[in-house]
């Protein structure tokens, strides 16, 4: 079992920068790959970025790719999501999951919401002016 919280979250400008946290409570965090999803009001939950347990690799999807980066601490069993030059279009309630499986078949698994067993409750982002 795993929990995850979130935090970060808030108010910012166009343009402006925040940093998500993600802390797992697991023993062992790292056996766990971990990803980022957003849902606006009346949307879908949408897969944002992905890293594999051994941070070797990470994806983002095409709405982020160059102003997101999502990075991991084992250490101290967070992960994180870098997040700037933000657009009104990135506001959203951020969730982070987890899960022990190895997945396989690229952005389109690794950024599916079916794909993780664990999710936390949500931070709240919202861009404007």
């Known amino acids: 079992q795993v929990q995850l919280v979130e935090s970060g979250g808030g108010l910012v400008q166009p343009g402006g920068s925040l940093r998500l946290s993600c802390a797992a409570s697991?023993?062992?965090?790292?056996?766990?790959?971990i990803a980022w999803f957003r849902q606006a009001p009346g949307k879908g939950r949408d897969g944002v970025s992905y890293?594999?347990?051994?941070?070797?690799?990470?994806y983002y999807a095409d709405s982020v790719k160059g102003r997101f980066t999502i990075s991991r601490d084992n250490a101290k069993n967070t992960v994180y999501l870098q997040m700037n030059s933000l657009k009104p279009e990135d506001t959203a309630v951020y969730f982070c999951?987890?899960?022990?499986?190895?997945?396989?078949?690229?952005?389109?698994?690794?950024?599916?919401?079916?794909?993780?067993?664990?999710w936390g409750q949500g931070t709240q982002v919202t861009v404007s002016s």
């Open positions: 999951a987890a899960t022990i499986r190895a997945l396989f078949g690229g952005t389109a698994t690794y950024l599916h919401p079916r794909s993780y067993t664990y």
């Open positions: 697991a023993v062992t965090f790292d056996y766990y790959a």
């Open positions: 890293i594999t347990r051994d941070r070797n690799d990470t």
